[in-house]
């Protein structure tokens, strides 16, 4: 019962909050950098996170917000799976127009773990990985404080959506219809993978 004025207060504070500015992450490159980091992105959508991730990181990382933005708008128009090709490319939170960080560390050999719901945004980002040579691995599963099978997905989501999570009900017109897909727990994908630092780690679940 102590437990639920401070769980509202924070349910209070994410519902009233607004796509992550860069400038918190400017004042902490320098704290967390290191030689050999790892970057978990729970969430990924299309991958926007990693991708800045690595410009602010990864030694001679050169892709940026735009090529990014531009293979995968192509993608999704070559394969008609758009929700809104260009607009729908860019995201809810439009990283897309994102500048260079503004602080960049760069030398580090820097890895990516992208775990994403949508199964047509997780081929999106298993293309994008490949073309632009991304060091790190797509997974996907839906984020969880448990492994299993049995959560719910919803079907007939266009590719470049992102603001659905796993529910039964409808959203933004999308049919109700669902299917079961992997839930995981970063404790035990870190634990799996032998993993014991995570150097960045982002979380954007519904």
Same mark, same amino acid.
């Given at each position: 019962?102590?437990?639920?004025p401070?769980?509202?207060? /924070?349910?209070?504070?994410?519902?009233?909050?607004?796509?992550?500015?860069?400038?918190?992450?400017?004042?902490i490159? !320098?704290?967390?950098?290191?030689? %050999?980091?790892?970057?978990?992105?729970a969430?990924?959508?299309?991958g $926007?996170?990693?991708? /800045?991730f690595l410009?602010?990181?990864?030694s001679?990382?050169t892709?940026?917000? =735009?090529?990014? !933005?531009?293979f995968?708008?192509?993608q999704?128009?070559?394969?008609?799976r758009?929700?809104?090709t260009?607009?729908?490319?860019?995201?809810a939170? !439009?990283?897309?127009?994102?500048?260079?960080?503004?602080?960049?560390?760069g030398?580090?050999?820097?890895?990516?773990?992208?775990?994403?719901?949508?199964?047509?945004? $997780?081929h999106?980002?298993?293309s994008?990985?490949?073309?632009?040579?991304?060091?790190?691995?797509?997974? !996907?599963?839906?984020?969880?404080?448990?492994?299993?099978?049995?959560?719910?997905?919803?079907?007939?989501?266009?590719?470049?959506?992102?603001?659905?999570?796993?529910?039964?009900g %409808?959203?933004d017109?999308? #049919?109700?219809?669902?299917?079961?897909?992997?839930?995981?727990?970063? #404790?035990?994908?870190t634990? %799996?993978?032998g993993? /014991?630092?995570?150097?960045?780690?982002?979380i =954007?679940?519904?």
């Amino acid at each position: 019962s102590h437990a639920m004025p401070l769980c509202n207060a /924070s349910l209070a504070l994410a519902l009233a909050s607004n796509c992550p500015a860069s400038s918190w992450q400017d004042v902490i490159t !320098h704290a967390v950098a290191s030689p %050999s980091m790892l970057f978990i992105n729970a969430g990924a959508n299309k991958g $926007f996170g990693a991708n /800045s991730f690595l410009q602010r990181f990864h030694s001679g990382w050169t892709v940026t917000s =735009d090529q990014w !933005h531009n293979f995968q708008t192509e993608q999704m128009q070559r394969t008609k799976r758009a929700r809104n090709t260009i607009k729908g490319a860019c995201g809810a939170c !439009h990283q897309c127009k994102d500048p260079p960080p503004q602080v960049v560390f760069g030398k580090a050999n820097a890895k990516v773990i992208a775990i994403e719901l949508m199964t047509s945004n $997780f081929h999106l980002l298993q293309s994008t990985f490949r073309h632009f040579q991304v060091p790190g691995t797509v997974v !996907h599963a839906a984020v969880g404080d448990v492994d299993g099978l049995g959560d719910i997905e919803p079907v007939l989501v266009k590719q470049g959506q992102e603001n659905l999570g796993i529910s039964i009900g %409808s959203a933004d017109g999308v #049919d109700n219809l669902t299917r079961q897909v992997t839930l995981l727990s970063l #404790d035990n994908l870190t634990a %799996s993978r032998g993993i /014991s630092d995570v150097s960045w780690l982002t979380i =954007d679940t519904e």
